[in-house]
């Protein structure tokens, strides 16, 4: 079976770009989160979906995060507009049932914006 | 203070030597306990999965989970360098999120 996949896999944009990342859960699963990974910040859940209804979006740092999904098989973290203090690495992580405990990652976004 | 703490080391050992590495948490609802290896530039993956208090061994890896203490502990024996990587703990209380460490860096030299 085929990972979580995540493209793009770096992305490089300047300030006040929109960036879209785009995430494809394991085929089955029921649920997806996107989390974002810095130095100094560790592993933060930003926003999750179960069965593509979002559910708690809480970690999204502003209203210039927005994240949809609208099937079960893709999902989008879109950035508008960009600015450095964003760059970090984006992971998407998904899970079989909205109950199941273990999550499985894709290789992440690597985002810098200059 | 932080839910979950972790160690961020850097931790350098030679190879064979055992390794110990810690998570202390404050939250006690925390029920499921899990350890994740990551690898420079690439996504977590599972390692270890730790339901309640006690041990579970898998090969060269072992996870001890402490709850009166809120301590969780993540051991490798005979360590080689292919474990070098960074070491996440995470928990659960029951509910859909993941409350993760912000790892801890092991590198294992010939």
């Known amino acids: 079976d085929a990972g979580v996949i995540q493209s793009p896999r770096h992305e490089v944009t300047e300030m006040g770009q929109e960036v879209t990342l785009r995430c494809k859960p394991i085929?089955?699963?029921?649920?997806l989160f996107w989390y974002r990974q810095t130095m100094m910040r560790g592993l933060e859940l930003l926003i999750y979906?179960?069965?593509?209804?979002?559910?708690?979006d809480s970690g999204m740092p502003e209203d210039r995060f927005s994240a949809k999904m609208p099937n079960a098989s893709f999902s989008t973290l879109k950035i508008q507009p960009s600015e450095p203090r964003d760059s970090a690495v984006y992971f998407c992580a998904s899970r079989r049932g909205t109950s199941a405990v273990i999550q499985y990652f894709g290789a992440g976004t690597r985002l810098s914006v200059l | 203070q932080k839910e979950v703490e972790q160690d961020p080391g850097p931790l350098s050992v030679p190879e064979g030597a055992i390794v110990s590495l810690n998570c202390t948490y404050s939250?006690?609802?925390?029920?499921?306990f899990m350890w994740y290896r990551q690898y420079s530039r690439k996504g977590p993956e599972l390692l270890m999965y730790?339901?309640?208090?006690g041990n579970k061994e898998d090969g060269r890896f072992t996870a001890q989970v402490d709850k009166s203490s809120k301590y969780i502990s993540l051991f490798i024996r005979d360590s080689q360098p292919s474990d070098s990587a960074t070491y996440l703990c995470a928990m659960s209380d029951n509910t859909d999120k993941l409350i993760f460490g912000t790892g801890t860096r092991l590198q294992v030299f010939p």
């Open positions: 939250n006690s609802a925390f029920q499921y």
């Open positions: 730790t339901y309640s208090s």
């Open positions: 085929s089955g699963h029921n649920s």
């Open positions: 979906f179960n069965n593509n209804v979002p559910i708690d």
